[in-house]
């Protein structure tokens, strides 16, 4: 048996695909952006918090790596709507991907903070430092820098899970190539355009990431040189 590929069957549908890319972005980029801020602050306490803010966060954190992202994503879309909150599919995959990737980012920047050299705080107490000036010039800052590869990595890994909000109706990519595929009938073909297009997405994010880690941390080097 021989299969014709018809990809034609899909150009009506391009305007569909790119906006479903457009959301994609768009969830990714706000999950990425609260998710760092969920992370790092848990990373922090868990760090150098009080005992019983140190066990929240590292259940938090086993709780949310030991369970699959989808059963978080539907726990958060049909367990707020339980409680009488009523919330569009979209918000609600913006708030399982961030408490996900709050607890991987939190683990990474954990590294990077017990990376830094006790003598850099020894230094930064000399200098008569305040504690929130530590932790911003002397420990956060280098620790971000060190582990920011890897976090590149998690936010890329983020970018293609958002593919599992399809399930709960947010329509990113893979919830378009769903509709199309159910109405072309050509689903061979369209799940290959979207296995392109995601592809395509990852090099835009790690091109756009690596652009921002040379702004910002190679202004900081230069700084730290001139000083």
Known sequence: ?????DFAALLPYWPEFAMGMWLTLQLSAVATVLGFVVGTLCAIGRADGPPAVKWAVATYVEIIRNTPLLVQIFLVY???ATLGVHVS????AVAALVVNVGAYTSEIVRAGLESVHKAQLEAADCLGLSRAQT???VILRPAVERVYPALTSQYVLLMLASSITSQISAEELTA???RVQSDTFRSFETYIVVGLLYLLLSF???IAFWLFG???FARRRK???AL
């Open 214 to 216: 040379m702004g910002v």
């Open 204 to 206: 835009v994010v790690r």
């Open 89 to 92: 599919a979209n918000m609600a």
């Open 1 to 5: 048996m021989s299969y014709q590929f």
């Open 176 to 178: 378009v190539a769903n």
């Open 223 to 225: 700084l730290g040189t």
């Open 78 to 80: 049909f367990g707020v």
């Open 135 to 137: 932790y911003w010039h």
